[in-house]
């Protein structure tokens, strides 16, 4: 390799560095929603830094513990849910489905939490406690909570214009 394609090829990748770095920081003051539109979606972003989608997602909302009451601010209505919980991992992959797309899996955990049934027995039930979770209905209990987490994170993704035709959403 000759002098000049070194220093060319050292140069680039200071540039690139450079480039790295202040996408970075635009991330942090900006957010990601925000970074992402200006070059052009999140998977160009992904391409530039390097880094999987679902870490610069991860990044901006997993691994923190988000309450019903944030949810009820932001407008998401929780009715007899009061809980907390946490975002463990977002996969994305190509769906199988005819059209294309992706498929999104969710993965998070409850860290504690109760709700009350106000329909049935008006009786408020540990979510964590394994008596709860062996009831007739904990299976309909289990599917809203679901739909909470998912109200939650699909406008974000979808702010994100990833053409998500299929959600998961799982505890872990």
């Known amino acids: 390799m000759s002098i000049q394609k070194s220093i060319r090829k050292v140069l680039k990748?200071?540039?690139?560095?450079?480039?790295?770095?202040?996408?970075?920081?635009?991330?942090?003051?900006?957010?990601l929603v925000k970074v992402s539109r200006k070059v052009n979606g999140v998977e160009n972003l992904s391409k530039i830094l390097n880094v999987p989608i679902e870490t610069l997602i991860m990044d901006q909302i997993g691994?923190?513990?988000?309450s019903t009451?944030?949810?009820?601010?932001?407008g998401i209505t929780t009715g007899g849910y009061d809980f907390k919980f946490e975002i463990n991992s977002i996969t994305l992959k190509e769906s199988?489905?005819?059209?294309?797309?992706?498929?999104?899996?969710?993965?998070?955990?409850i860290k504690e939490g109760t709700v009350n049934l106000i329909m049935t027995d008006g009786d408020t039930y540990n979510l964590l406690d394994p008596q709860t979770r062996r009831k007739e209905w904990w299976w309909e209990v289990r599917n809203e909570i679901q739909d909470?987490?998912?109200?939650?994170?699909?406008?974000?993704?979808?702010?994100?214009?990833?053409?998500?035709?299929?959600?998961?959403?799982?505890?872990?």
Do not use: A
Not at 21 to 31: A, N, P, R, T, V
Not at 69 to 74: A, F, N
């Open 148 to 172: 909470l987490i998912y109200e939650y994170v699909r406008p974000y993704l979808y702010k994100l214009n990833l053409d998500i035709i299929y959600y998961d959403i799982l505890f872990d």
């Open 96 to 109: 199988s489905y005819m059209y294309g797309g992706l498929k999104c899996e969710i993965y998070f955990t």
């Open 69 to 74: 009451d944030y949810l009820e601010r932001i």
């Open 63 to 66: 691994n923190r513990t988000y």
């Open 13 to 31: 990748e200071e540039v690139n560095q450079k480039l790295k770095s202040k996408l970075l920081d635009m991330i942090s003051s900006e957010g």
